[in-house]
């Protein structure tokens, strides 16, 4: 079946634009998580949805990220004014269960910022 | 707050056994999770591991102790496409608490 997909899976941006990274996940899977992995590092965590409710946000780096997923499916993580040190690979998981365990990741958006 | 320590580079031969170590503190702690990670690719599932104690899965083992805050990825038969970053992750609520991956590079 369908993995997650995400869109677009390389982003250039200059430094200041805004942009806008998605994730479709796994049809019915309940949770929807974001993390940002910088070049050698290991994923970090961002976000955190449950069904539409977004229940931790505490990972966001600073108020110029966003994440929202309305219809409780396909999300969004919208980054403004974008900086060189957002210059990361984004990383979307999804998992049929509240909570975290049995995450299906996604292939990233490698997101540039010159 | 979450530290996770694993080594940075790891070099091993084909047909080898190599074993990775990750050491943890963290709060909350659920269990601890393995991912395999090439280059460029999404975070794959190797193994999880909430009790003590070692869980095979074919050529891959991964232990844990929680009174040590301890765990092990031990690779076995290794072959050329098993270089990969290898991710130790605690699992702590609902996140995912990673390190930051070991490179693993089989050699012929």
């Known amino acids: 079946g369908a993995g997650v997909s995400q869109s677009p899976r390389y982003k250039v941006a200059k430094r200041g634009q805004d942009v806008a990274l998605r994730c479709d996940p796994i049809?019915?899977?309940?949770?929807l998580f974001w993390y940002q992995q910088a070049l050698g590092q290991g994923p970090e965590f961002l976000t955190y949805?449950?069904?539409?409710?977004?229940?931790?946000k505490s990972g966001l780096p600073s108020d110029r990220f966003f994440a929202e997923r309305p219809e409780g499916s396909v999300s969004t993580l919208k980054i403004q004014r974008t900086q060189q040190e957002d210059s990361a690979v984004y990383l979307c998981?999804?998992?049929?269960?509240?909570?975290?365990?049995?995450?299906?990741f996604g292939p990233g958006t490698r997101l540039t910022v010159t | 707050g979450q530290n996770i320590d694993q080594p940075t580079e790891m070099t091993a031969t084909e047909g080898a056994i190599v074993q990775i170590n990750c050491t943890y503190q963290?709060?909350?702690?659920?269990?601890l999770f393995w991912y395999q990670q090439h280059a460029g690719e999404a975070p794959t599932f190797l193994s999880y591991?909430?009790?003590?104690g070692l869980e095979e899965k074919g050529r891959f083992s991964s232990f844990l102790s929680r009174s040590k805050g301890y765990s092990y990825l031990l690779l076995k038969e290794l072959q050329m496409k098993d270089s990969a970053s290898y991710l130790c992750?605690?699992?702590?609520?609902?996140?995912?608490?990673f390190g930051k991956g070991t490179s693993l590079l089989v050699t012929p």
């Open positions: 049809s019915g899977h309940v949770s």
């Open positions: 949805f449950q069904n539409e409710a977004q229940l931790d």
């Open positions: 998981a999804s998992s049929p269960r509240t909570g975290g365990y049995e995450q299906y």
């Open positions: 591991n909430v009790l003590d």
């Open positions: 963290t709060s909350g702690f659920n269990g």
């Open positions: 992750a605690a699992y702590s609520g609902y996140a995912l608490n």
